[in-house]
């Protein structure tokens, strides 16, 4: 089963910047779409952003123009660039193959001064 691992989360204040990287352990061009989702304490999880083999991109209406998705097929990683950062923010961020049960560990993102 493929494997995928998420890293880059962290502390940052607001207004800041990171890059998360979600590794998998196959091709990702033959996985196909892969996306980010995030979980704030209390609340279900929700879409962020996701990327196709084709490099189509979806975006919630909540990260639009401040988080970007990107894919390295050679290193087999999807990346979540987040600027412009902001308190709601804070989550744990997981990678997730749609419509399988894949899910990475998770990776905390906390947005406070």
């Known amino acids: 089963q493929v494997q995928l691992v998420e890293s880059g989360g962290g502390l940052v204040q607001p207004g800041g910047s990171l890059r998360l990287s979600c590794a998998a352990s196959?091709?990702?061009?033959?996985?196909?779409?892969i996306g980010w989702y995030r979980q704030a304490p209390g609340k279900q999880r929700d879409m962020i952003a996701t990327s196709t083999r084709m490099g189509r991109t979806t975006y919630a209406d909540s990260v639009k123009g401040r988080f970007t998705i990107s894919r390295d097929e050679i290193k087999n990683t999807v990346y979540l660039q987040l600027n412009s950062l902001k308190p709601e923010d804070t989550a744990v961020y997981y990678c997730h193959i749609p419509e399988t049960t894949v899910w990475g560990q998770g990776t905390q993102v906390t947005v406070s001064s």
């Open positions: 196959a091709k990702i061009f033959e996985i196909g779409t």
